[in-house]
Nanobody
Framework: QVQLVESGGDLVKPGGSLKLSCRAT????????IGWFRQAPGKEREGVSC????????YFADSAEGRFAISRDNEKKTIYLQLRDLKPADTAIYFC??????????????????????WGQGTQVTVSS
């Protein structure tokens, strides 16, 4: 179990960029995989991206559409999500969570977490003109 705190969300215009941060503390043995998820108003939460504990492997849901990048700095205990070319449909609360993995169903890539995952409280990203 880890404590996760997201930051970096903001109000941005379409086409803009943001870099979200997830500070992860409380690791008791090894580094966890960390994923980014989002929940738009009136919609269910969806996975966006996942990075392995050592940062060597990164995965993206098809919904990311190639516009996002995930990275981590374990010395700083921080995981990042770089968002670019943002559009109004990206408006959501963005969460980070531990124990993520990639699942493919019918040729579509999804990011999921285990039932024991730890979650942050989220940071709001609003894309509007």
């Amino acid at each position: 179990q880890v404590q996760l705190v997201e930051s970096g969300g903001d109000l941005v215009k379409p086409g803009g960029s943001l870099k979200l941060s997830c500070r992860a503390t409380g690791f008791t043995r090894d580094y966890y995989s960390i994923g980014w998820f989002r929940q738009a108003p009136g919609k269910e939460r969806e996975g966006v991206s996942c990075i392995s504990g050592d940062g060597a492997d990164t995965y993206f849901a098809d919904s990311a559409e190639g516009r996002f990048a995930i990275s981590r700095d374990n010395e700083k205990k921080t995981i990042y999500l770089q968002l670019r070319d943002l559009k109004p449909a990206d408006t959501a609360i963005y969460f980070c969570a531990s124990d993520c993995f990639l699942e493919r169903r019918s040729g579509i890539a999804y990011i999921r977490t285990s039932g024991a995952a730890s979650w942050g409280q989220g940071t709001q990203v609003t894309v509007s003109s």
